[in-house]
């Protein structure tokens, strides 16, 4: 069976700190995908990062990042001088083999950045 | 460059009246996923449609709810008699091709709320 865990339900820093966001997942399929997902006040799911589980290389994008270890199964995200702007509910979801057709999301972590 | 489209995006019914959403998917995207997620919790996979197919419904509760994808047409997810606990947002995804390694990109949601 396929579980992603987002064991932060609410975090709240003071802009400029550093966060970082924790997703753990279970599956027993050796292929599968991680993905971040950012949910705004406004509602919409925003695509953040897609990433295989051949490919363990930490991946920056700006204030960005992510550390993908299979050794503990955990895709966390990381955000480096927050900003109020990155006030959101962030959702790590998981993909498997075969088909990928179904995504399996963690209970998302509400992130509060307070000026 | 539109997004995936959902409309509308916020929906008011009494119990027992019908409920019908509808999702445009992004251009070039033939693959379209419809996902609830209930208050305080992540998204849960219901169904995946192809163009006039339906390819996996294991996420639809048996009775009531019913989704389609006509060749010319947005995708519709409907939900007959509608019940105080189908109140939830509504999310379509779509993707360019099916398969593991693709991305689903999120509408912006349809809130029910059922009074």
């Known amino acids: 069976a396929q579980k992603v865990t987002q064991a932060q339900t609410e975090i709240s820093v003071v802009e400029k700190e550093d966060v970082t966001l924790d997703c753990v997942y279970e599956?027993?399929?050796?292929?599968?995908?991680l993905f971040w997902y950012k949910q705004p006040p406004s509602g919409e799911l925003v695509f953040l990062i897609r990433?295989?589980?051949?490919?363990?290389q930490n991946e920056i994008s700006g204030r960005y990042s992510w550390n993908f270890q299979k050794s503990t199964s955990s895709f966390n995200f990381t955000i480096t001088a927050s900003q109020v702007v990155d006030s959101a509910v962030y959702f790590c979801a998981l993909s498997v083999s075969p088909t990928g057709n179904q995504f399996y999301f963690g209970t998302g972590t509400s992130l509060t950045v307070i000026p | 460059n539109a997004g995936v489209m959902q409309n509308p995006r916020h929906l008011v019914r009494r119990r027992g009246q019908e409920a019908r959403l509808r999702c445009s998917p992004m251009k070039g995207h033939s693959h379209v996923y419809w996902y609830r997620q209930l208050p305080e919790e992540g998204l849960k996979f219901m169904v995946y449609?192809?163009?006039?197919?339906?390819?996996?419904e294991s996420g639809m509760p048996k009775e009531r709810f019913s989704a389609e994808f006509p060749k010319e047409g947005p995708s519709i997810l409907r939900i007959q008699q509608v019940v105080r606990g189908d109140s939830a947002a509504y999310f379509c995804?779509?993707?360019?091709?099916?398969?593991?390694?693709?991305?689903?990109?999120f509408g912006p949601g349809t809130r029910l709320l059922v009074l």
């Open positions: 995804a779509s993707s360019q091709l099916a398969g593991l390694q693709e991305t689903q990109y």
């Open positions: 449609l192809q163009k006039e197919n339906i390819i996996d």
């Open positions: 990433r295989n589980s051949f490919d363990e």
């Open positions: 599956t027993r399929d050796t292929t599968y995908y």
